[in-house]
């Protein structure tokens, strides 16, 4: 199993067009047959103007096998290439490895988080593990990279609101910067809403 990161940077403006080409032409095209979408985001802040969304494959040769697939299918190429391609200004993927395995936020979540955490060479794995191990509050899911970006961890956390988000701090002294900073190079957080076709709304 392998779970895939797609962040979306888009053009200032083109959000509205972006989700309704997703929503109306690129979900009911793909269906789960092309890879299990697990959630479908718009950043709000950090990276404001960026999609992020996130699937599951079976082993990387299945999804090389089935994006060749998609992209010989007539409604993928003309419907909704053609429609998101001008909305584009680029896209990163992050073939990512479950150290926590996602699970749906216990309560409804009005706000989601990217966060994108650089550790030090060789030390992605260890820090994933002791993140997992005591996780932090708001937590659904902790993963290393192992394509793309390399030496980073990828967590995602669910929020009931935006106060309970900043009740507390990364800087705090029980926060995920203070207490792993010996293994960090860098940090960078979105906030995100979940889209209307996410399955984690």
Known sequence: MVDELRIYTLRPGAMARYMELAE?????????????????????????????????HEDLETRRRLRLELEALPDWRERYLTGVRPLMLRQVVRFLD?????????APARLYECRLIRSRAGEAGALARAMAEAPEAGTIGIWTTSAGPINEVVQILAHPNPAARFARSLHAPDGTLARQAERIEEIETSLMLAAPH???R
Request: aromatic share 12%; no cysteine.
């Open 198 to 200: 996410s399955p984690l």
């Open 98 to 106: 479950v150290v926590l395995p996602l699970t749906a936020p216990p």
């Open 24 to 56: 109306k032409v690129a979900v009911p095209v793909r269906g789960d047959r092309f890879g299990v979408l697990l959630g479908f985001w718009a950043g709000e802040a950090g990276a404001a103007n960026s999609v992020f969304n996130l699937w599951r």
